[in-house]
């Protein structure tokens, strides 16, 4: 079965860290670009993240860049997204997403004093 499941999120307080993954099954990700993306309380749409591309350096959104780091590990088949310095603004559903549509389920950060 294709599909893409994230894990990692949780309750953290401003300032704090936390990594998320992304595991994929059913396809290989070293051939996809791979994105991030977030879904934040009362607000509607998805917001881009980040972006992996299958060769060539990640790219980030401006509200991110500096705190989060994207990577991936081929041999695992995984995705990750290394977020520093939370903010309240943060605060949303992340999902992991293939170029072609494809996303996960999404997981739950909070950060939150």
């Known amino acids: 079965e294709v599909q893409l499941v994230e894990s990692g999120g949780g309750l953290v307080q401003p300032g704090g860290s936390l990594r998320l993954s992304c595991a994929a099954s059913?396809?290989?990700?070293?051939?996809?670009?791979m994105k991030w993306v977030r879904q934040a309380p009362r607000k509607e749409g998805l917001e881009w993240v980040s972006?992996?591309?299958?060769?060539?350096?990640?790219t980030y959104a401006d509200s991110v860049r500096g705190r989060f780091t994207i990577s991936r590990d081929n041999a695992k088949n995984t995705l990750y997204l290394q977020m520093n310095s939370l903010k309240t603004e943060d605060t949303a559903v992340y999902y992991c997403?293939?170029?072609?549509?494809?996303r996960g389920q999404g997981t739950q950060v909070t950060v939150s004093s």
């Open positions: 059913g396809f290989t990700i070293s051939v996809y670009e």
């Open positions: 997403a293939r170029d072609d549509g494809l």
């Open positions: 972006t992996s591309y299958a060769s060539g350096r990640p």
